[in-house]
T-cell receptor, first 113, second 117 residues
């Protein structure tokens, strides 16, 4: 069965600083991995996804993530934080052939001016 | 990208009444729809998966008679919360998927906030 662990329920960075949100997964087969962003009182928007092609995945809004099989990680990064990046971020995994997405607990990103 | 809408975006109802939430895929045919529940500051909890024309598959611990799901067409799924009580107050999010999409990607609706008084 797949599972996802997001380290850190709350991350706070200064505007212009590096953003690093951590995600580790557990899966018996190579999974599909996703990062979603949720703004208050809204649904989820896909930032990026890993589907066994390139291990470095570029997404929207300047975010990217690197799939590291040896570390079972899929951490999300952005070189320079912007105030508009403040939101809740969810990492999710789905096994190949599986229907369901399994979400991590979420990480709230706060940007300090 | 594909668009999923939900209606209403928020609803307030009295305890004991039933509430229906609609989820529509606007520009694609959703072969599968998912319903999630999200409590404040928590992650999404999958409630059920529905395939068009079939009965929904509920997750363990979700009451089928309490949360009625209907997926009558390829563009519409409904969630009815029957005899709602204050503990049913939550943020409900649907998502939809079309098998021909790349890697079966899911698209999420904007959510419906239910408050039961």
């Amino acid at each position: 069965a797949q599972s996802v662990t997001q380290l850190g329920s709350h991350v706070s960075v200064s505007e212009g600083a590096l953003v690093l949100l951590r995600c580790n997964y557990s899966s018996s087969v190579p999974p599909y991995l996703f990062w979603y962003v949720q703004y208050p009182n809204q649904g989820l928007q896909l930032l990026l996804k890993y589907t066994s092609a390139a291990t470095l995945v570029k997404g929207i809004n300047g975010f990217e993530a690197e799939f590291k099989k040896s570390e079972t990680s899929f951490h999300l990064t952005k070189p320079s934080a912007h105030m508009s990046d403040a939101a809740e971020y969810f990492c999710a995994v789905r096994g190949q052939g599986a229907q369901k997405l399994v979400f991590g607990q979420g990480t709230r990103l706060t940007i300090n001016p | 990208g594909a668009v999923v809408s939900q209606h209403p975006s928020w609803v307030i109802c009295k305890s004991g009444t039933s509430v229906k939430i609609e989820c529509r895929s606007l520009d694609f045919q959703a072969t599968t729809m998912f319903w999630y529940r999200q409590f404040p500051k928590q992650s999404l909890m999958l409630m059920a998966t529905s395939n068009e024309g079939s009965k929904a598959t509920y997750e363990q611990g979700v009451e089928k008679d309490k949360f009625l799901i209907n997926h009558a067409s390829l563009t519409l799924s409904t969630l009815t919360v029957t005899s709602a009580h204050p503990e049913d107050s939550s943020f409900y999010i649907c998502s939809a998927r079309y098998l021909a999409f790349s890697y079966n990607e899911q698209f999420f609706g904007p959510g419906t906030r239910l408050t039961v008084l």
